[in-house]
C-alpha cells in the first residue's frame, strides 16, 4: 500500500494529465452528441412518414453494433490519429441511447395535456418547449447518463490511436509490467464514471423541478 502511494505521489502529473484528456474527450463526444440525438428524436415524433423513422433508427442501431476496435480503424484512414477520431466514434456511439430516449420521452406525454395546450393556443414550438420537453427531461437525462457512463468506459480505447487519456496508463502498465499503472488507469475510469453520473443525477434532478414548476404554471 505504502508502494502504491509513493507511485501516485511521483506519478501524479501524469494521472491528472491522462484525467483530464479522458474528462476532455468524453465531455466533447457527449454534448456533440445530445446536440445531435435530442433535435432528431423531437423531429422523429413529428415525423408522418413512418419509414424515415425506421431509416434513422436503423442506421443508429447499426452504429450502436459496431465493435469500438473496428470502428477506429475506419477512422484512421479518414481522419488519421488523435483526439478527432475518437470523439467522432464516440459521438457516433453516444447518438443511439439519447436519441431513443428522446423520442420514447416525447412519445410518453398525455396527448389530453398536449390537446388542452392546443386549445390554450399553444404552437408547436410552446408545446415542445414549455409541455413535452420538461416532461420527457427524465427519459433524455437517463439516457445521456447511461450513455455517459459507456462513453467513459469506451474512451479508454481511445489511447490505441493515439488520443490519450487513462487508457494510456492501463496500455503502458501491461507493456511494461506494471499492475500500479494498470490498476490506476481502471480506478481512474471508474471513478471518474461514478461521479459524472452523480453530477448528471443531481443536474437532472434540478432540471426536472425548474422545468417542472414552470410546466404546471404554463397548464
Known amino acids: 500500500m505504502y508502494d502504491y502511494w509513493k507511485f501516485l505521489q511521483e506519478r501524479h502529473t ?12 468524453s465531455l466533447i463526444a457527449i454534448i456533440l452528441g445530445t446536440i445531435i440525438a435530442v433535435p432528431t428524436g423531437i423531429a422523429l415524433v413529428y415525423n408522418k412518414i413512418g419509414w424515415v423513422n425506421r431509416i434513422v433508427f436503423f442506421i443508429a442501431n447499426l452504429l450502436q453494433t459496431v465493435p469500438s476496435l473496428a470502428l477506429l480503424a475506419v477512422l484512421i484512414p479518414l481522419m488519421g490519429i488523435g483526439t478527432k477520431p475518437a470523439i467522432v466514434a464516440l459521438l457516433l456511439y453516444s447518438i443511439m441511447p439519447i436519441l431513443r430516449n428522446t423520442y420514447d420521452g416525447f412519445e410518453s406525454v398525455d396527448k389530453y395535456v398536449l390537446e388542452s395546450a392546443r386549445g390554450m393556443g399553444y404552437g408547436t414550438m410552446q408545446r415542445i418547449l414549455r409541455i413535452q420537453l420538461p416532461l420527457s427531461l427524465p427519459f433524455i437525462m437517463s439516457g445521456v447518463r447511461v450513455t455517459m457512463v459507456y462513453i ?3 474512451a479508454t480505447l481511445a489511447t490505441l490511436i493515439g488520443a490519450g487519456g487513462l487508457g494510456q496508463l492501463i496500455i503502458s502498465g501491461l507493456a511494461v509490467n506494471k499492475p500500479e ?9 471508474i471513478i471518474l464514471a461514478l461521479l459524472v453520473d452523480l453530477l448528471l443525477g443531481m443536474l437532472e434532478r434540478w432540471l426536472t423541478g425548474r422545468f417542472g414548476q414552470r410546466t404546471r404554471v404554463s397548464v
Do not use: E, R, Y
Open 14 to 25: 501524469d494521472i491528472l494529465h491522462a484525467l483530464q484528456q479522458h474528462l476532455t474527450i
Open 181 to 189: 499503472l494498470i490498476v490506476t488507469g481502471a480506478l481512474g475510469a
Open 152 to 154: 467513459i468506459s469506451w
